[in-house]
């Protein structure tokens, strides 16, 4: 090796380790991602306490690594190395041609079993008849879909077991798998589209007895055709084409009231500030909070209907409220308070606990229900 | 710290680097000396003290044998004092919960437990030291009078870690008088490039394969065919992380002027299991047969004596490995095979084609890599007795494997040979003036942009 070549793969090592330093010490400080829906973490304070527990060298791990020069573009060059080497499962994401479908892990079992024992003790605490609906999600109904022999927990299991409750339970599976050829799922994003919710909402109105709705009362309207939902960030996979998303249900007539700091505050059944930011699936009731009611004035001595939701229940409750007077959703992330007192005080008629697979069986909320 | 993390790469080694090369040569082993008690206090601040005392004994007793060298009574009692302090350290820390769980389960003794977290690096540093003495004593290697120097040696970061375990008497010279040139920094820097996509970019893919069939023998969905695939992926797993670990530290080493001998030399070339245990980890193996083997006798004495000895050392080197069953069963379980070729195969061996032999060691060592993988020996039998025939053939779930990881294992096996040194041995000394930078590119852009994904914690409102 001449000297001036060893000068030059010197340098060369120098400013790739050196500038990417120099470029993270430049770089402002960002306070969160958009693209990973979360706070980012910012340089940790000194202490000699933080310092002897380990927790500022930890901090200043997390520090360096949330505000790595590009960030989001390192996690794209990954997949697509990964792509490369014929691997077809991202972080556990499988890219299935167009689609992007979300693995589900085998469950701990006893969670399971436990969350259904506490949606049988909501039943009979209340007088208000119970009814369970658990929604598959991509990895079951577009089963075909998956790459050969790819794994991902049998959502059939869990949904045979809350039929084992002896509860009234919502046939989701049957009304998705008969629609499995139409854009029911976003490709890039975990949730049912609306037109799944369109189809879930009649096999929740079937399993009520209600009259179904039908597709031709409603005009669609696309809202954004820029929706690259979090199966994008998880995966790293930031080619494919995003998904459309669409408004069905008409905003007039009906009054939303959202307790989102535990007052309540007017709200609309759509906030479409969110459709202008990465995170657009929130647009549907303004995303997450504790509880929200929305009334349709048309439907002045209809029944109520209360919702122990999740997010699936955002783009469903629209439709719920073409057939009740009053819906409410309610989030047991958030809302502490008995369950069956709320559905008692506030002349609730029929309970229904909406989750999705993929959530049921991971949370560890539900047994607030029991109170 | 570990090597293979952001904040190593582009924080600490940059710094680093900048403050050693702008340090006059003379103060350069007290630089090396506190950005390496930096490093290793890193993730456990308190153990400073523990480096800080373990360099203070094994200098001072350093000294003292040197000192009473002429009484070679008290100069051997020094020598014991020292190896019995490295040993009471490493026994503590690493086997005190181990011996104390099962001198439980004699009826009438109850130890405690302390789950103690394991000082990083003590396996490795404490060998080192007790080398010195010993080295000293035997005249291998001078008496280091200066403590800055001797706690540069013990801390040096490169191999303060994962080895390869440094003898004083290596690096004796090169701590005195060493001379840095941009050659051995452009060398080490390439080396240092070569072990970091060993360790991040084929260790850790095909460690998920392993993951992954572990979690298929507890789902007791594993087949044959995904129990041998998770036998070569763990096997895989651990030479690549191992030996690009050591890549790292040889490179680094270089760069700041210091030769480390090599640690791996091909192992999964080898055609006998003998010849195996010559090529993996020799710096461990080295040590075991010059502070231990020979020193017990070696050879010299007959062959019950002989097979005393190797076994004394396989039991050694199994338990070196980790506080557990597995360990001292897969030293075992070499110690046999090493007799069995020794005294029983050697004449079949060497009629036997190369192809078979290097099948059969292959067998061997992967078998035993189960051994070490598998803690619980419970599951480590099941697994095993599944690749035996203890299980279907084969699933559809084995075809998704092998889809996703068939072009890694093509990229391992070929990088277990020589194909990819002489290969580039042949290109054109102009060719490869023009590939060493791109590729050294390629593999740090890469390597990072697989560290800042491990980072990527996208929320998901997923959960809702």
Redesign the interface.
């Known amino acids: 090796m001449t000297k001036a070549y060893s000068r030059f793969l010197t340098a060369f090592f120098c400013l790739f380790l050196g500038g990417l330093l120099a470029w993270h010490l430049f770089l402002p400080d960002r306070d969160r991602s958009e693209t990973e829906n979360r706070t980012l973490a910012q340089a940790p304070a000194f202490s000699w306490a933080a310092l002897v527990n380990g927790s500022y060298t930890k901090g200043v791990e997390d520090y360096v690594a949330d505000q790595f020069p590009l960030r989001d573009d390192w996690t794209v060059l990954k997949a697509r190395a990964e792509q490369l080497m014929g691997k077809s499962e991202f972080n556990g994401v499988y890219l299935c041609g167009d689609t992007l479908i979300s693995k589900v892990e085998t469950p701990e079992a006893a969670q399971v079993e436990k969350n259904l024992t506490y949606i049988q003790k909501l039943a009979e605490k209340t007088d208000v008849p119970v009814s369970l609906g658990i929604i598959p999600s991509a990895a079951e109904i577009w089963k075909g879909k998956l790459p050969a022999g790819a794994e991902s927990w049998d959502q059939t299991l869990l949904l045979n077991a809350a039929a084992g409750t002896g509860l009234p339970t919502v046939d989701f599976k049957g009304a998705l798998e008969a629609h499995a050829s139409e854009p029911i799922f976003y490709r890039t994003d975990h949730h049912w589209t609306t037109l799944g919710a369109f189809y879930g909402a009649n096999a929740l109105l079937e399993a009520l007895d209600k009259a179904p709705l039908e597709q031709a009362d409603f005009t669609p309207e696309t809202v954004s055709d820029d929706f690259s939902g979090t199966l994008y960030s998880t995966s790293g996979i930031h080619w494919l084409t995003p998904d459309t998303m669409e408004f069905w249900v008409g905003e007039e007539g009906l009054s939303v009231t959202s307790w989102r700091t535990g007052a309540p505050e007017a709200a609309t059944l759509y906030d479409r500030s969110y459709l202008q930011v990465k995170d657009k699936y929130s647009a549907f009731l303004g995303g997450n909070q504790p509880l929200c009611v929305v009334k349709n004035e048309a439907i002045p001595d209809g029944e109520k209907i209360l919702v122990v939701r999740d997010s699936y229940s955002d783009a469903l409750a629209p439709f719920l409220t073409q057939r009740f007077s009053e819906v409410h959703l309610l989030d047991l992330r958030y809302y502490r308070l008995p369950v069956a007192q709320y559905a008692a005080e506030n002349g609730i008629d029929r309970i229904v606990v909406l989750y999705s697979a993929q959530n049921f069986v991971t949370d560890k909320n539900l047994v607030l229900l029991t109170q | 710290m570990i090597f293979s993390?952001?904040?190593f790469?582009?924080?600490y080694?940059?710094?680093t680097?900048?403050l050693y090369f702008l340090t006059p040569l003379r103060w350069r082993n007290l630089v090396l000396l506190v950005v390496s008690l930096f490093f290793y206090g890193?993730?456990?601040?308190?153990y400073i003290t523990i480096m800080i005392l373990s360099i203070l004994i094994d200098y001072i007793h350093g000294l003292l044998v040197e000192k009473y060298r002429a009484n070679d009574r008290k100069a051997r009692w020094f020598v014991g004092q020292s190896v019995v302090f490295n040993l009471l350290l490493l026994g503590f820390f690493k086997y005190w919960d181990f011996l104390a769980a099962n001198l439980s389960l004699i009826p009438g003794v109850s130890l405690p437990q302390f789950g103690i977290p394991l000082p990083i690096g003590i396996s490795f540093f404490t060998f080192q030291t007790m080398s010195y003495t010993i080295d000293v004593y035997r005249q291998d290697a001078p008496v280091q009078r200066s403590m800055v120097k001797f706690g540069a040696f013990v801390t040096m970061f490169p191999q303060l870690i994962a080895g390869p375990i440094v003898q004083y008497k290596q690096v004796a010279r090169e701590l005195d008088h060493r001379v840095n040139?941009?050659?051995d920094?452009?060398?080490g820097?390439?080396r240092f490039?070569v072990g970091l996509a060993k360790k991040v970019l084929l260790a850790n893919?095909i460690g998920a394969l392993w993951e992954a069939c572990l979690a298929a023998q507890s789902?007791g969905t594993l087949t044959m065919v995904s129990g041998w695939m998770g036998l070569l992926a763990f096997g895989f797993q651990i030479y690549f992380d191992f030996s690009g670990y050591s890549d790292m530290a040889i490179g680094l080493g270089q760069v700041f002027g210091f030769r480390f001998n090599e640690n791996f030399n091909y192992p999964y070339l080898s055609t006998s299991v003998t010849e195996f245990w010559r090529r993996w980890h020799m710096s461990l193996t080295g040590w075991f047969r010059e502070y231990l083997y020979i020193p017990l006798g070696g050879n010299r004495g007959g062959t019950v004596k002989t097979l005393r000895n190797i076994f004394i050392v396989w039991l050694c080197t199994g338990f070196w490995h980790g506080a557990s069953w597995n360990f001292i069963l897969w030293g075992m379980y070499f110690f046999l095979w090493l007799m069995v070729e020794k005294y029983l195969l050697r004449s079949v061996l060497a009629k036997t084609p190369a192809a078979v032999k290097h099948f059969y060691t292959l067998v061997v060592v992967f078998v035993g890599w189960g051994l070490f993988a598998m803690e619980n020996l419970r599951v480590c039998g099941s697994y095993l007795a599944a690749c035996f025939g203890g299980a279907p053939l084969w699933?559809?779930?084995?075809?998704?494997?092998l889809?996703?990881?068939?072009?890694?294992f093509l990229?391992l096996a070929a990088a277990s040979t020589t194909l990819g040194k002489r290969g580039w041995e042949k290109l054109p000394g102009k060719v490869r003036?023009v590939l060493?930078?791109v590729l050294?590119?390629a593999g740090?852009?890469?390597c990072?942009?697989?560290l800042?994904?491990g980072?990527?914690?996208?929320?998901?409102?997923?959960?809702?």
Request: hydrophobic letters at 50%; charged letters at 10%.
């Open positions: 993390s952001l904040t790469l582009f924080v080694l940059p710094l680097l900048a890193w993730g456990e601040p308190v040139t941009t050659e920094f452009a060398l820097a390439r490039t893919s789902a699933s559809a779930a084995d075809g998704y494997l889809r996703s990881y068939g072009v890694t990229v003036a060493t930078p050294m590119a740090l852009v890469v990072t942009a697989y800042v994904d980072s990527y914690n996208p929320f998901l409102y997923f959960r809702f």
